[in-house]
């Protein structure tokens, strides 16, 4: 069964549009435009990428378990990334890519399956940089 969302499918697209061209232009959005991208790219990533070995983390908008695999119930997950809101929505639209990220320090990937490659970006027709 696919997770239930919370973020209204137009809702979410129109928040990552609007901060994809203010990134574009230079300019920052504000802070509920910018949570509520963060929580529809995280919805749409548990769409695509059922599971729950891998934990993504974007403080402090959320957080979301995917791909499939050994399932982490308590505790510490085996399997974390986590990133600020501005580098995921950046991997979302495929303004920079998972190894950049993780390169220059802005992604913090743990554990053997923490990989994301296959299933970023979730919207690429929104980068026209």
Do not use: K
Request: charged share 25%; glycine share 10%.
């Amino acid at each position: 069964m696919p997770p239930r969302r919370r973020v209204r499918v137009a809702d979410g697209r129109a928040a990552l549009a609007s901060w994809a061209s203010a990134q574009r232009g230079g300019a920052g959005t504000d802070r509920a435009t910018t949570a509520l991208a963060v929580r529809f790219t995280l919805e749409e990533l548990e769409t695509r990428a059922p599971g729950r070995s891998v934990e993504v983390r974007v403080p402090p908008f959320g957080a979301v378990q995917c791909i499939e695999g050994l399932q982490h119930r308590r505790g510490t997950p085996p399997n974390v990334i986590e990133t600020d809101a501005a580098t995921w929505l950046a991997l979302a639209v495929g303004r920079v890519d998972p190894a950049g990220a993780a390169g220059q320090g802005a992604l913090r990937v743990s554990g053997t399956r923490a990989d994301l490659t296959a299933y970023l970006p979730l919207f690429p027709d929104l980068d026209e940089s």
